[in-house]
């Protein structure tokens, strides 16, 4: 059975991550495979630069998801996660405050399919990003 780590960003609620995970077990049986979906938060702590965590979630070839698109444009963190096999999906919300709480629940779910499909189809490291609107893009 193929295993996922997939782990939400700090800039995302602890308690996303802990939801989606619940949510996901039953259809992961059916589809025979193991995604498990954690807090960077909650993982690594509070406040953990992207320098620290990216080559932790790399060393487990997992994915992160994010609003944070500075990762892919500050050429460092860019080449980092690169380097240490991070896969990303960057979801651009529509404000820089981000996605309110419920709208970043429902861009989750109801990209979930897509999102599964990525990262079947694709051995990290990658970057993909889309909008409320889009779909992923790979970049």
Same mark, same amino acid.
């Given at each position: 059975m193929?295993?996922?780590?997939?782990?939400?960003?700090?800039n995302?609620?602890?308690?996303?991550?802990? =939801?989606?995970?619940?949510?996901?077990? @039953?259809? &992961?049986k059916?589809d025979?495979?193991?995604?498990?979906?954690?807090?960077?938060? #909650?993982t690594?702590g509070q406040?953990?630069?992207?320098?620290?965590?990216?080559?932790k979630?790399g060393?487990?070839?997992g994915?992160v998801?994010?609003?944070?698109?500075?990762?892919?444009?500050?050429?460092h963190?860019?080449e980092l996660?690169k380097?240490?096999?991070? =896969?990303i999906?960057?979801f651009?919300? @529509?404000s &820089?405050?981000g996605?309110?709480y419920?709208?970043?629940?429902?861009?989750?779910v #109801?990209?979930w399919?897509?999102?599964?499909q990525?990262?079947?189809k694709?051995?990290?490291?990658f970057a993909?990003?889309?909008?409320?609107?889009?779909k992923?893009?790979?970049?």
């Open positions: 193929k295993k996922y780590k997939i782990y939400i960003d700090e995302l609620p602890p308690k996303l991550a802990d =939801g989606l995970n619940t949510l996901v077990q @039953p259809q &992961n059916r025979g495979i193991d995604i498990e979906i954690l807090s960077i938060k #909650n690594f406040g953990e630069q992207d320098e620290d965590w990216i080559p979630v060393k487990e070839h994915i998801i994010t609003q944070d698109f500075r990762i892919q444009t500050q050429k963190q860019k996660y380097e240490n096999g991070v =896969g999906l960057f651009n919300p @529509p &820089n405050s996605f309110a419920w709208e970043m629940v429902k861009q989750l #109801n990209r399919d897509e999102i599964k990525i990262i079947q694709n051995k990290p490291p993909y990003r889309c909008s409320a609107r889009t992923f893009e790979k970049l």
